[in-house]
């Protein structure tokens, strides 16, 4: 199984834990409009390897995670009901891991490896 050009990993920074059943859309951007490319569920480590296909070309692209859906299942209220991260994709690197910390009114991101 080869692992998709984005991928992106969840975690639940007030339980500690890996953030289970998120949907996640990725989208990119063409002509100056958002198109949906791929979509997937974070897995029992709060992991989604599968998103998109193995090479995207340079441009811009956006990841949606729809964060209300995952604080409803547990009763908890939060503030975003999604995070959107935008981002830019070089033809040069290989690969783009891109986390999202998540609680119910912060989430955060960083580029990873």
């Known amino acids: 199984m080869t692992v998709s050009h984005i991928t992106t990993h969840v975690l639940d920074a007030v339980q500690g834990v890996p953030a289970p059943g998120i949907a996640v859309q990725l989208?990119?951007?063409?002509?100056?409009?958002?198109?949906?490319?791929?979509?997937?569920?974070?897995?029992?480590?709060?992991?989604?390897?599968?998103?998109?296909?193995?090479?995207?070309p340079a441009g811009a692209y956006r990841l949606r995670f729809d964060t209300g859906a995952y604080f409803a299942a547990s009763d908890t209220p939060t503030f975003f009901p999604e995070a959107l991260l935008t981002f830019l994709v070089d033809e040069e690197r290989p690969h783009y891991h891109v986390p999202l910390?998540?609680?119910?009114?912060?989430y955060s991101t960083y580029r990873g490896s």
């Open 27 to 56: 989208f990119a951007e063409r002509s100056g409009e958002w198109k949906l490319i791929a979509e997937a569920v974070t897995d029992a480590d709060g992991r989604a390897k599968q998103l998109g296909p193995e090479h995207l």
């Open 101 to 106: 910390l998540l609680s119910p009114f912060a």
